[in-house]
C-alpha cells in the first residue's frame, strides 16, 4: 500500500516547488529504489497537463562507470545529454542512493575528469536556471532535487529506515496536510531576513577555532524555500570573490562523493585558500580544492534557517539547511547571487553554530548561538 506521505509530497513537488503547468516538458530523473515517489510525480505531472517522462537509474551504475572508463569515455559527454538540458522545461531528480560509500576507493583524478568534461552542460543548466529567475518563470529552467528515504541513508543518519523516514517526511511537512502554506510561512520570514541584509557589506563569523570575515557588498540574497531543493530553508549569496579572509573549522564533516572528511579546517586569504586540513581524508580535500582554478575559492555564502531541521544526516540536503548553521560551498557560484567564480566543483560546507558562534553584520550582532538576533 503506497504511503499518503508520499503522494503528498509528489503534489507540493510538481505544484508549488517545480510549478508544472500544462504542455511543459517534465524529465523525472531517480533511482529504482525511488519508483513510489517517481511514479507519484510522473502521475502528478499528467494531472496537471504536462508532457513527463522517465529517467530510472539502476545501482552502481556510476561506480562501474568510473572504475571501467578510459580516458577518453571519461572526458566524453553525449550530446543527448547537452540536447536535454537546453529543451526540457522542468527537471526534477530523486536522490535515492543504496549505498553512499559506493564511489569511496574510486580514484579522485577520474571523477575530477568527469566533472570537468560536463562543465558545458552545467553552464547550459546554470544559463537556464537563471533565465528562470530573471524572468520570474516565464522562460528557462525549472528544476527541483529532492530525495527519497532509503536504508543507506538512513545508515548514514544512524536511523533506523522507519525513524529516517518520518525524519524526510516531516522536514517536506508531507506528514501533515496544508504543505503549501507551511513553505510559504517559511518564504516570508526568510524575506525579512533578506531585507535586513540588503546594502550591508561585511560579515563576520566568530565560534570554535573561526574567526572569518566575507565580503557581500553589492550581491543580491536569494531565498530558497522549497522551489529547488526540497526541502528546503536556507538563504544564500555569492561573496566577494576577493573578500574571504581568515579561518574556519568544519565541526561537521564535510561530505562528496562517498567520501567523508574529518575536522576541516580552512584559512583563506583574499578570497582563496591558502591551508587546508583534515583529521581523515585530508588527501581527498586536497585533491578537490585543486581540481581548478575555482574550486580554491569561495561560490556560496549561506544561513541555515530551517528550525525543524537540526539533526545532522551526512546528507548535505539536509545539514545545510539546520536552523542556526551556516556553510560555505568551495567551487561554482550561481550567477543570480552575483557570484563570477566558475569551477567543475561545488561543495558545501557546514559550521555548526549552535554552541558558542556568533554572526555580526556590519558591526551589529546578527545571531548567537544559532539563534538570529533581528
Known sequence: MEDIRIERMAETIACYSSKVGPRDLVCIRGGI??????????????????????????PGMDEMFLRNANKEQLSFVSP???????????????????????????????QTTTSVARQPIMKEFMKRSAE??????????????????TEAYAQ???MSLHEYE?????????????????????????????????????????????DLCVGIAGRPWINCSGNHNFPDGEIFTGPEESKVDGKIRYTFPACLSGREVEDVRITFDKGRVVKASAKKNEEFLRKM??????????????????RGIQRFTKNTLFDEKIGGTLH???????????????????????????????????GRLFSKNGRLKI
Open 33 to 58: 529504489v525511488a519508483a513510489p515517489l517517481v511514479r507519484a510525480l510522473y502521475e502528478e505531472c499528467l494531472r496537471l497537463g504536462a508532457f513527463p517522462y522517465t529517467q530510472v537509474s539502476l
Open 328 to 362: 560555505l560551498a568551495l567551487g561554482k557560484g550561481y550567477p543570480e547571487s552575483g557570484s563570477k567564480n566558475n569551477s567543475a566543483l561545488h561543495w558545501d560546507m557546514v559550521c555548526d553554530l549552535r554552541r558558542g558562534g556568533e554572526v555580526w553584520v556590519d
Open 289 to 306: 580544492i585543486a581540481m581548478d582554478r575555482g574550486a580554491s575559492r569561495v561560490g556560496e555564502f549561506a544561513f541555515g534557517l530551517n
Open 156 to 158: 548514514d543518519a544512524e
Open 80 to 110: 543527448i545529454s547537452k540536447f536535454e538540458v537546453s529543451r526540457v522545461d522542468v527537471l526534477i531528480s530523486v536522490l535515492s542512493e543504496t549505498n553512499t560509500k559506493r564511489l569511496s576507493e574510486v580514484d579522485p583524478k577520474k
Open 132 to 149: 528562470h529567475e530573471r524572468t520570474r518563470g516565464k522562460k528557462g529552467l525549472r528544476w527541483t532535487l529532492t530525495l527519497f528515504p
Open 166 to 210: 518520518n525524519f524526510v517526511f516531516a522536514a517536506c511537512f508531507a506528514d501533515k496536510t496544508g504543505a503549501v502554506q507551511r513553505w510559504k510561512g517559511i518564504d516570508k520570514r526568510q524575506s525579512e531576513v533578506i531585507r535586513y541584509l540588503k546594502g550591508r557589506k561585511v560579515v563576520e563569523i566568530g565560534g570554535q577555532d573561526t
